[in-house]
């Protein structure tokens, strides 16, 4: 499985952006096995918000999205996400959005669907998080 960061959900609203083009493909292309995070839906409106957007503007983007993501290839966020997501923002300094969607990757076993290289990264320590994990929480 693979799951979709918010930069290609922001790249694909951005014709000028240099991932546009691989944005259209990936966002047309969510199915069963390449998901949306949960996080990232959050994120996107978050910063829409933060940057001035309107309701209007807002609103026709998430028209635009339902159109395009059906509820059923959202991958939701679950406590044990959040409970990883929080060690893994103590652990290695992820902001909140990107220490979920890592956390969502390591427990499902599934490919990140980003550029950001702190996500690409935390994921590649797979087997040495879950250890970790799962220690912190042997002690606690």
């Given at each position: ?89 103590h ?15 390591i ?12 996500i ?21």
């Amino acid at each position: 499985m693979e799951i979709v960061d918010t930069i290609y959900l922001m790249a694909f609203l951005r014709p000028n952006d240099p991932l546009h083009d691989d944005a259209v493909k990936i966002v047309e292309s969510v199915n069963s096995e390449r998901r949306v995070s949960q996080a990232s839906l959050l994120e996107l409106d978050l910063l829409m918000k933060s940057r001035g957007f309107s309701w209007e503007e807002r609103f026709k983007t998430w028209v635009l999205l339902e159109g395009l993501i059906a509820s059923e290839y959202v991958e939701a966020i679950y406590p044990s996400d959040l409970a990883l997501a929080t060690f893994i923002e103590h652990k290695y300094g992820l902001d909140y959005f990107d220490a979920i969607v890592s956390a969502q990757c390591i427990l499902r076993d599934a490919r990140p669907l980003t550029t950001d290289r702190e996500i690409l990264y935390v994921v590649s320590r797979l087997p040495e998080i879950i250890n970790e994990y799962r220690s912190f929480k042997s002690f606690m």
